[in-house]
């Protein structure tokens, strides 16, 4: 494990949840320079590596790693367990409170309910690119969450718009001139809406070999890219499915041509390889949507399309979790009628089904400031973010798989699925201090010190 390495040699290969470690005797080439290329596999699973003869998967490049290399059995996220809050802890240190990232979305009901959060300047915290910056070393990014302006020498930020001109949007917000020079050099690029089921095989296709090249030409000293389709697959199909697993497979042949990069550019020896996820899943059968309540009682009110036109108070779904928000946080009349209408509802139709994560609770997990409180689905559930439904209750379509959920029981539940899942106010209390080996924050200790110390030895 990393904590009892004691020294590093001066190259390294190193994974917080996949890793190789290399002895310096076991290689040929003297090094001039460190380099750090930070790899997140999004919805990454332990079982998929930890077990890959269990799913007779086959993945030579991930394998390998692991062979010679260091690896964690499962780690701790953030609340709420999704893709954005979790990936901007990966480069600060720090939970969503504090970095400001706190959902894949931006809280603005009348002006649509997907708006990611796109700029880096919406980050509250410092970086690892703006810390390798500040050292003057060369940085780059391919399609990393909230990485629009960031200051980096190569930048293609990431954009998952549901809409079809995906492509171009990355390209404005690339540094100028770099995306059009690359796809030159691989041929049109053409991204679908993230909304496809299909989306991601050309979007992580794209990322990988610009990333490749970037490599190759520009040799960056810390390098970051995510791939999406693992995620997108379990979305759509679920746990564990072919597609699921062909995902996988798909994956680590894409770690291969990273690496193969790195190779061609003569820094294989100088680069230390980190491969992160960035949570887990569950499937789900059903959605919930408590903004039919509001609705209802006229807490909230819809157009003629079913957008929000306004709004006093305002459910959103972060998958497994749901933040409930009052627009007039000063009014406590307003406050004490939601917060009233959403337990006796629960209590009444729900229990067991949707249990209230307090306020003080999500000030322990530095979670969703502001809310008034947030809602957690139990096994199987997931809450909507879509127009508001005319009843609370739902078909999952399009979804068969989900992430959101506490920290403790996404991480427990795709580590040993035989185990109980406790909803008792203690696990979520001791969340995190728990048995887990690692966490996000953890994690990033180690990669930060990880990349301090490559980059010490220049
Ligand atoms: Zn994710």
Not at 183 to 191: C, D, Q, R, S, V
Not at 387 to 399: A, E, G, T, W, Y
Not at 422 to 447: A, E, P, T
Request: proline letters at 5%.
């Amino acid at each position: 494990m990393p904590e009892r390495m004691k020294k590093f040699s001066r190259v390294v290969y190193w994974c917080v949840l996949l890793g190789i470690l290399v002895p310096r005797d076991l290689l040929s080439a003297e090094t001039t320079q460190p380099h750090v290329l930070l790899l997140s596999i999004d919805g990454l699973r332990p079982d998929y590596y930890l077990h890959p003869d269990t799913y007779h998967l086959k993945i030579p490049h991930l394998r390998a790693l692991m062979q010679h290399g260091s690896y964690a059995q499962r780690m701790l996220g953030v609340y709420p367990t999704l893709t954005y809050p979790s990936h901007t802890t990966i480069v600060t240190g720090v939970r969503p409170a504090r970095h400001g990232i706190v959902s894949n979305f931006i809280l603005a009901p009348t002006q649509g309910l997907l708006n990611w959060y796109l700029k880096s300047t919406d980050i509250q915290a410092k970086t690892l690119w703006q810390a390798a910056r500040d050292k003057g070393l060369k940085t780059a990014i391919v399609t990393w969450p909230v990485s629009y302006d960031a200051p980096v020498d190569y930048l293609i930020p990431e954009n998952l718009a549901a809409t079809s001109d995906i492509a171009d949007l990355i390209r404005q917000g690339s540094t100028a001139g770099l995306f059009e020079d690359l796809a030159k050099h691989f041929g049109p690029i053409k991204l679908l809406p993230f909304s496809d089921p299909k989306a991601c095989l050309p979007l992580d296709s794209m990322t990988t070999n610009f990333a490749a090249e970037i490599v190759r030409r520009y040799q960056p000293h810390l390098l970051l890219v995510h791939l999406l389709d693992l995620d997108h697959e379990q979305h759509s199909t679920g746990i564990d499915t072919p597609q699921v697993l062909a995902s996988f497979e798909r994956i680590d042949g894409l770690i291969g041509k990273l690496s193969d990069a790195v190779r061609q550019a003569g820094l294989l020896a100088d680069t230390t390889f980190v491969i992160v996820g960035d949570h887990g899943f569950l499937p789900v059968h059903a959605a919930l949507d408590f903004n039919a309540l509001l609705l209802e009682k006229g807490l909230l009110s819809i157009d003629e399309t079913g957008k929000i036109k306004d709004w006093s108070a305002f459910v959103q779904g972060n998958g497994g979790a749901a933040a409930v928000y009052v627009k007039d946080s000063n009014d406590a009349a307003l406050r004490a009628q939601v917060e009233k209408l959403l337990r006796d509802e629960i209590a009444a139709r729900y229990e067991g089904i949707v249990r209230i994560v307090e306020r003080e609770q999500l000030d322990q997990l530095e979670a969703f400031p502001g809310a008034l409180l947030a809602l957690e689905a139990t096994d199987g559930y997931y809450f909507s973010l879509s127009n508001p439904k005319r009843q609370i209750l739902n078909p999952s379509d399009p979804f068969k798989g989900m992430h959101g959920y506490l920290p403790l029981r996404i991480t427990r539940q795709n580590s040993d699925r035989t185990e109980h899942i406790s909803w008792s106010d203690k696990h979520l209390q001791n969340s995190s201090r728990g048995f887990v080996s690692k966490s996000l924050i953890h994690r990033w200790r180690l990669v930060s010190s990880l990349v301090a110390e490559a980059f010490a030895r220049e």
